[in-house]
Nanobody, 129 residues
Framework: QVPLVESGGGLVQPGGSLRLSCAASGFRTNSVHIAWFRQAPGKEREGVSCINSDTRGDGASWYADSVKGRFTISRDTLQNTVFLQMNNLKPEDTAVYYC???????????????????WGQGTQVTVSS
């Protein structure tokens, strides 16, 4: 049983939208921090957005400046899935997108990739005309 599975990536034109999904198995998404990271070729993995646990935190979310106002993170507890709605996509958003989870004490915005212990396999997002 794979703990986290991403889906929803694909090829989209600039200005288009995609919704990524991160489905969890074996634990409840509202009991952990969930984060989205992305990695473009030749670049380091960077944080895109995250959402705090509901049961251990306040459920608050955070966004990188580069995606603020365009991306929205949300959680569906019935589906046990976290979504990343991406609107007005730009070529610089092209990357492999990963979701990750961890039990962390502080707000998720305080943590970097190496502090998240569970990762999905990634989904490719390509923004190109």
């Amino acid at each position: 049983q794979v703990p986290l599975v991403e889906s929803g990536g694909g090829l989209v034109q600039p200005g288009g939208s995609l919704r990524l999904s991160c489905a969890a198995s074996g634990f409840r998404t509202n009991s952990v921090h969930i984060a989205w990271f992305r990695q473009a070729p030749g670049k380091e993995r960077e944080g895109v957005s995250c959402i705090n646990s509901d049961t251990r935190g306040d459920g608050a979310s955070w966004y990188a400046d580069s995606v603020k106002g365009r991306f929205t993170i949300s959680r569906d507890t019935l589906q046990n899935t976290v979504f990343l709605q991406m609107n007005n996509l730009k070529p610089e958003d092209t990357a492999v997108y990963y979701c990750a989870s961890a039990h962390l004490a502080l707000s998720c915005k305080n943590y970097r990739a190496h502090e998240y212990g569970t990762w999905g396999q990634g989904t490719q997002v390509t923004v190109s005309s």
